[in-house]
């Protein structure tokens, strides 16, 4: 997978590549950032991963299949119910719960969804985990934590974490399985 801009014959960044390809200028990206972080953009622009992608060092396939993943990590543990992220010391009594009862058509709708919502992060997890250890820590660190990644064994390793996730959800073409 490339993620660099073609460059000319004297090294310089391609004029051409970032008019075809609408990629921003970095202080463009920068006032968008700003913007987003101060509540007048989308959030999505004020993330490690929506930053990654103005800066087109991520293809929108992959940065598809990282939003997927924020959004399932999110809706995962709420489905599961387990408390929000607590510092030291932080209170892990579960809070009042104000779903409907499970007898109602309403509670039973709320569970079907909440085991459709395990059973896709379940699934989800398991492409993860085959990419590695290294490539699911930084998709969570990233998508999840929305913490950088540093250094370029880090980004390898979200890119490949992406991939994985992206063949998973079918974002990006199956590669074609070579023959013997």
């Known amino acids: 997978m490339k ?30 950032r700003d913007a987003a972080l101060a509540g007048m953009a989308a959030p999505e622009w004020g993330s490690e991963l929506g930053l990654m992608y103005l800066r087109q060092e991520i293809e929108a396939a992959l940065y598809e299949a990282g939003r997927r993943w924020s959004r399932l990590a999110a809706e995962t543990q709420r489905a599961s119910g387990a408390p929000g992220h607590v510092g030291s010391g932080g209170n892990l009594e579960r809070t009042h719960d104000r779903r409907p009862d499970p007898e109602t058509p309403a509670g039973q709708r709320e569970s079907d969804r909440d085991r459709a919502i395990l059973a896709d992060a379940k699934a ?5 985990e085959s990419a590695g250890a290294a490539p699911l820590r930084a998709v969570q660190q990233v998508c999840e934590a929305n913490r950088p990644a540093i250094g370029p064994a880090e980004r390898a390793a979200l890119l490949a974490g992406l991939e994985a996730l992206a063949l998973h959800w079918r974002l990006v073409p199956r590669p074609d399985r070579a023959r013997r």
């Open 3 to 32: 993620t660099l801009r073609q460059r000319e014959p004297n090294g310089r960044l391609s004029r051409a590549g970032r008019e075809a390809t609408g990629a921003l200028a970095p202080a463009a990206v920068r006032r968008l």
């Open 124 to 128: 989800a997890l398991a492409a993860l």
